[in-house]
């Protein structure tokens, strides 16, 4: 068994080429680190093959461009780097993390323009996000912290320091002998996991969050698409926190989480019905079709 990620066995692609993975290091003036100047991508590869991996890089580069850091390699370019991690790796199933940073530099202020835009991607192999919640469904707390408005953040980019408050929740949730925690936005409204999009089911219809506060994930897209192809009507609207108690069945997707059933949220309970199942196993086909 690997240790921990700083102690195995592999290689990760940085900046330009492949290195031993004990020496994927940087140094400790990093902007990224002090700054959180810094985007990333999630993906997961089946059978050899990431799933939507074009729009992952697709999304990463537009991340750097949200942050003021303009990632200096290309789609293509970074196509290219996460198959040579897999290819050097051995890998045809493994979570793969592509990740860019304003490095070390002249500038150790808050304004970094003088500093290297860095990049890395590193993969590994890594099983189900939430254990064995696939089968019964997940315990989610309800988090204290709210996702902010999108005039205080860049809302719509995969960046570091928007999972802050994520990472806080989560901690509080595990706590409490919880997988997650959702949260609300800053108006009040059902938002997101603190790593996951949420969806609800009632009366045969499904209810999602207008993703205008968060990430609006490329799982939550394709669980959207594999919906309308069932002839399920969606609605992508605002959740109030109160309409929770009249939701039957949940779900998170995610890269991570991919489909994973939910069984509690604070105080209220759902099932894992049919329709969670039938989404749930058709994403695991999808992914590896």
């Known amino acids: ?6 102690d195995r066995d592999g290689v990760i692609w940085m900046d330009g080429k492949l290195v031993n993975w004990r020496d994927a290091n940087v140094h400790i003036l990093t902007h990224g680190i002090h700054y959180a ?13 990431i799933f939507k991996s074009r729009e992952h890089s697709e999304r ?4 750097g461009d949200e942050l003021d850091m303009p990632i200096p390699y290309t789609v293509d370019e970074i196509e290219a780097a996460k198959v040579a991690v897999l290819e050097a790796n051995g890998f045809t199933d493994a979570y793969v993390r592509a990740i ?3 490095g070390a530099g002249e500038d150790m202020g808050v304004a970094s323009n003088r500093n ?7 993969a590994w192999e890594w099983g189900n996000y939430y254990g064995d919640a696939k089968m019964k469904g997940a315990k989610l707390d309800i988090s204290k912290w709210k996702r902010p408005s ?27 002998g919880c997988s997650d925690a959702m949260m609300f936005d800053y108006r009040g409204y059902v938002a997101e ?13 499904v209810h999602t969050p207008d993703p205008d506060a968060f990430l609006n994930g490329l799982t939550r897209q394709t669980v959207i698409g594999m919906l309308k192809d069932r ?7 605002h959740i109030m926190p109160e309409e929770l108690e009249s939701f039957e069945q949940c779900w998170l997707t995610g890269t991570a989480a991919e489909v994973t059933p939910v069984g509690q949220i604070g105080d209220y309970n759902f099932e894992v019905g049919a329709l969670t199942r039938d989404i749930s196993e058709g994403y695991e086909k999808l992914v590896r079709s």
């Open 1 to 6: 068994m690997a240790g921990g990620y700083d």
């Open 37 to 49: 100047s810094s985007v990333f991508e999630g993906e997961r590869c089946y059978n050899g093959k």
């Open 60 to 63: 990463l580069r537009f991340s």
């Open 100 to 102: 860019a940073w304003r």
């Open 116 to 122: 290297p835009v860095r990049m890395a991607v590193a």
């Open 150 to 176: 999108p005039e205080t953040i860049p809302c719509h980019a995969k960046a570091a320091g928007l999972y802050m408050i994520c990472t806080m929740s989560k901690h509080a949730a595990e706590a409490k």
């Open 193 to 205: 996991a603190t790593g996951a999009n949420i969806f609800f089911v009632k009366d045969g219809e």
């Open 231 to 237: 002839q399920i009507k969606v609605h992508e609207r």
